[in-house]
């Protein structure tokens, strides 16, 4: 089958690459772009490992096309320090021990950060709700939950 | 060790500082099972049987090998013949033999310059079938006239006359149970039934292998135990164990179900023929629920006699269990001590049978079989202390094991923590918190045994005076911080300047996985020996600087001091100062230390929940949860609470909603995690957690291991809130909505 060339903005750099139309957006970030930070725990857009910011919606990328990303912008894992500092969310994690295994990790702070640019102030609740697609096995999410709320909390305080 | 030597005021143990992984794995840089590549690598996709049970009459690859870019394809026709035992259940797994015994058995294996070429290649690999009577249930499984999937199997354990899937009988007891059962007041028998479960480890397993016709070769793999994955690739391809060099990737959870292999041997095999090109291999979750895990399921008969004050006199289980198609898979030898572990029995006996059914080969399970066994006892239990009118822990306290019991399945208990966690959860303001309509509130208690093995460790000093220390454990939920932590207190110097490598199996003697409990237990103890060795060379280095013999010389605050008035007067030597100068001093100072380690401390846990249902759907909602449980001695706290809350979820997820469902046809029919259903954020509240801390006399810090009680009582404890909320007791899992709402209407 022939290859699509596509044009996409990753992390603030420009990247090409050529897709199989049949190839999802999380298979050419792992395997064509080498951005092995989002992981498949499914493939069928359950788990939320695999979670990105498609122009600023959350997705997941495995239920995206390569060739959907023409044109587009792509946040992922490897772009939320910024000029080598962690975001909140990620210094609250490593902080709160927020992660075990850490393979749900990537997904769910894309996922905590795009809550938190919508809502600065979430409750309990909300994240939970916001957080239900991101399945994490080891932790029962206690520690997930308390380290979004405290990088919230920090956040405004910077704000 | 004895009680009064254990230290109990530390600087680092009991400290919640970072992880030492925490930063790749929050950066996505942290290397998963998937994310290993390697040039010139091909990709492999396996081939399937989609029948229960059913005889492979032909297997034409000539389609699939026609394909430009397709360079290999394996069936069992390519595995050496001859093996046995666990060996020959490994292979029979790693692909079928004449019979695929479950839906998702491998047949076929093929190996092509990229991943979609191998999966369409996959599809043009022809298997021709003879559909044979299959068995899924347990229960089904154990009748009489069952078809019989595996004759022959049984071993010697097994009864006359016993059903002819039957593989393996345990039986075992003490004391006078009919005597026992005379004495009670109250005497109740009732049938408790559990499906299976999967570990549910969000990251498929993955691996990269390379191997050349010199059966030298080479694993990066998502693992609990490389060594393991060693043996076992090596047995089933009739190679020579130390000519594999496996190396684990971080791995992203694995809760006993990536101790063993599954497809491993399949990346080697295509890639030897292959002309020794790298294979990669990565499952999907449909093949993860398929093909690997799980967990087994059984049922159930409890028998037990109480005395009015809630004294229990006897207590018999006569337990069946299927582990899948695959003889010695079910944790019946798990189970049976587990089911009264809690318990002062004076009177008890306990038997099981295995079954096999056309399930996949079942793995380890987080304190495998006991989650169900205490589903089981801990749910008459409960049903008797309300019958009886008495407060389900008060009658746990009359019973409970402590320091001196003999044990429901023989040795004496030395220092355990039961009674203590039993004092806590009473203790505990959720214990009183007030209930609405609808609302009920749930007690159990669980035991794992906890587990020691074979370990092998290697600390090392740096010419900077920092300390590597090398273990052959993966790090699941934080091992490397809590051994960090022990190995700065043992040689008094900080945290931060020790890194604990998780190394591949070229670098150590065999290491026994992270399993049992064991991975900061065993390697605590290891580690302590080996840097006593270290110690002990750095204290000569010392002693020869200052020219008096080494044993004037002790280890204290992280250096060599003169030990005592007549040693001399020499100022405190570093052990930075020391290994500053080590290369002419005498050369490198390291320790090592092997074990299979003993010393191991019995854990029990005990957890109280409340819930709410709703009469109108049957849906269970968690209010509140808490766990308490014995660590022996917390080294990294958080993750100590990580480990309880972690079980507390998968039991939740084991009580309420997870399980296998099968069709008639004998197809799994939930292959993803949209229909195989795990807790997810919003159905979980925030899970309170007490650490009790009764030191392990068996360990230099204490440990006893934390990872695998917290699944256990969750099961009866959330029966036993629904039954309260709802007045009707739920005797099979998962209490699903529809299960309880039918008991509900049947109620009236
Ligand atoms: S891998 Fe995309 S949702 Fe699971
Ligand atoms: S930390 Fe392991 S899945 Fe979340």
Same mark, same amino acid.
């Given at each position: ?18 897709? #199989? ?5 999380? #298979? ?5 772009? +080498? ?10 857009? #359950? ?35 910024? +000029? ?65 709320? +405290? ?9 | 060790?004895? %009680? ?40 492999? !996709? ?39 035992? $666990? ?12 019979? &695929? ?5 491998? /047949? ?14 996959? %599809? ?155 294979? %990669? ?18 049922? =159930? ?18 337990? *069946? =269990? ?49 989650? =169900? ?27 409970? !094991?402590?320091?001196?019991? %003999? ?129 002990? $060379? ?55 230390? $092997?074990?299979? =380690? ?32 014995? &660590? ?59 650490? /009790? ?10 440990? *006893? ?16 809130? /629904?039954?309260?909320?709802?007045? /009707? ?20």
């Amino acid at each position: 089958m022939s290859k699509i060339h596509v044009t996409t903005k990753v992390n603030g750099d420009d990247v090409e690459f050529l897709a #199989d139309p049949r190839e999802s957006l999380l #298979d050419c970030l792992r395997d064509k772009l +080498d951005l092995t930070g989002a992981k498949e725990g499914c493939g069928t857009g #359950d788990c939320g490992a695999c979670s990105v910011s498609l122009d600023g919606t959350l997705v997941c990328s495995c239920l995206v096309l390569g060739v959907e990303a023409q044109g587009k912008t792509i946040e992922t894992v490897e772009g939320m320090a910024q +000029d080598g500092d962690l975001h909140p969310l990620q210094r609250k994690f490593i902080e709160h021990a927020a992660l075990q295994c850490g393979f749900c990790t990537p997904g769910i702070l894309v996922a905590a950060k795009n809550l938190l640019e919508r809502n600065p102030d979430p409750t309990e609740t909300e994240i939970r709700y916001w957080l239900a697609g991101n399945l994490c096995r080891c932790t029962g999410y206690d520690k997930i939950v308390r380290a979004v709320q +405290d990088a919230a909390a920090e956040m405004r305080g910077a704000a | 060790m004895p %009680k009064d030597e254990l230290k109990t005021s530390f600087k680092w143990i009991g400290t919640r500082p970072d992880r030492p992984d925490g930063l790749d794995k929050v950066t996505g840089r942290a290397r998963y099972g998937a994310d290993f590549s390697l040039p010139n690598m091909l990709h492999a !996709a396996v081939v399937r049987s989609p029948h229960a049970h059913a005889r492979i009459k032909k297997i034409d690859a000539s389609k699939a090998l026609a394909l430009d870019g397709v360079k290999a394809v394996v069936t069992r026709a390519d595995l050496p013949t001859g093996l046995s035992g $666990e060996d020959l259940n490994l292979q029979d797994n790693t692909l079928a033999g004449d019979v &695929a015994l479950y839906d998702g058995h491998a /047949v076929a294996a093929v190996a092509a310059t990229s991943a979609l070429l191998a999966k369409d290649a996959a %599809k043009l690999i022809e298997v021709e079938y003879e559909v044979l009577p299959h068995v899924i249930d347990v229960d089904d499984a154990f009748r009489a006239d069952a078809p019989v999937i595996r004759p022959g199997l049984a071993d010697h354990s097994v009864p006359k006359g016993a059903p002819g899937n039957v593989t393996r009988y345990i039986e075992f007891g003490h004391g006078d149970v009919a005597a026992g059962f005379a004495e009670a007041d109250l005497v109740r028998e009732e049938t408790y039934k559990t499906e299976a479960t999967h570990q549910g480890y969000i990251e498929p397993h993955a691996c990269v292998g390379q191997m050349g016709a010199d059966g030298k070769g080479e694993m990066w793999v998502c693992t609990q135990g490389q060594w393991y994955v060693r043996r076992m690739c090596a047995a089933v391809l009739g190679t020579e164990a130390s000519q594999l060099r496996v190396t684990p990737s971080e791995i992203g959870g694995g809760f006993g179900g990536k101790t063993t292999i599954f497809m491993e041997p399949l990346a080697l095999a295509l890639s030897r023929k292959a002309g020794g090109r790298p294979v %990669k291999l990565v499952m999907s979750r449909s093949e993860v629920l398929r093909a690997t895990g799980p967990t087994a399921s059984a049922s =159930m008969d409890v028998k037990i006699g109480m005395k009015k004050d809630g004294r229990i006199t006897a207590g018999t289980v006569s337990f *069946r =269990m299927q582990g899948g198609a695959f003889p010695g898979m079910s944790p019946i030898g798990e189970a049976l001590p587990c089911a009264f572990a809690c318990y002062d029995m004076p009177n008890v006996h306990h038997e099981a049978y295995e079954v096999l059914a056309n399930r996949p080969k079942a793995a380890a399970y987080r304190a495998p079989g006991s989650p =169900m066994a205490a589903f089981a006892v801990e749910s008459l239990v409960d049903e008797m202390s309300r019958e009886l009118g008495l407060d389900p822990i008060d009658v746990r306290l009359t019973n409970g !094991a402590k320091e001196g019991t %003999k044990s429901s399945y023989g040795p004496k208990f030395n220092q355990i923590g039961l009674v203590e966690t039993l004092e806590a959860a009473k203790a505990h303001p959720n214990y009183a918190a007030p209930l609405g309509p609808n609302q009920g509130r749930g007690v159990a208690s669980g035991f794992w045994f906890n587990h020691g093995g074979e370990t092998s460790v290697s600390v090392a000093i740096g010419e900077d005076g920092t300390v590597q220390v090398s273990v052959g454990t993966p790090d699941i939920g934080g091992s490397r911080a809590s051994i960090a932590l022990m190995t700065a207190e043992t040689f008094g110097i900080d945290y931060d300047d020790v890194r604990v490598n998780v190394v591949e199996t070229g670098a150590l003697g065999v290491n026994e996985p992270t399993h049992g409990s064991r991975a900061t237990h065993s390697n605590g103890k290891a580690m302590y020996e080996a840097a006593g060795q270290a110690i002990r $060379e750095l204290c000569k280095r010392a002693a020869a600087d200052w020219g008096i013999d080494a044993e004037a010389v002790e280890w204290a605050d992280g250096a060599a001091q003169p030990a005592g008035p007549n040693a001399g007067k020499f100022p405190p030597m570093s052990l930075r100062e020391i290994a500053g100068k080590m290369g002419s001093t005498g050369g490198p100072i390291s320790g090592h230390h $092997e074990i299979t =380690m003993g010393g191991v401390g019995a854990s029990f846990g005990t957890h109280v929940v409340d819930v709410e249902v709703d009469p109108e759907t049957g849906r269970t909602t968690i209010l509140r949860y808490l766990v308490v449980q014995d &660590a022996g001695r917390a080294i990294h706290p958080a993750y100590v609470e990580g480990q309880y809350q972690g079980g507390a979820a998968q039991g939740i997820g084991w009580a309420l909603n997870e399980s296998y469902i099968y069709g008639k046809d004998g197809r799994l029919q939930n292959t993803v995690f949209l229909d195989y259903r795990i807790p997810v954020a919003s159905d979980l509240p925030m899970i309170d957690t007490v650490i /009790v801390e009764v030191p392990n006399p068996g360990h230099p810090y204490g440990v *006893r291991g934390v990872g695998e009680t917290g699944i256990t009582p969750p099961l009866p404890a959330i029966a036993s809130a /629904v039954a309260a909320a709802t007045g /009707v007791r739920l005797r099979e899992l998962p209490m699903s909505p529809p299960k309880v709402l039918a008991a509900i209407k049947a109620r009236g």
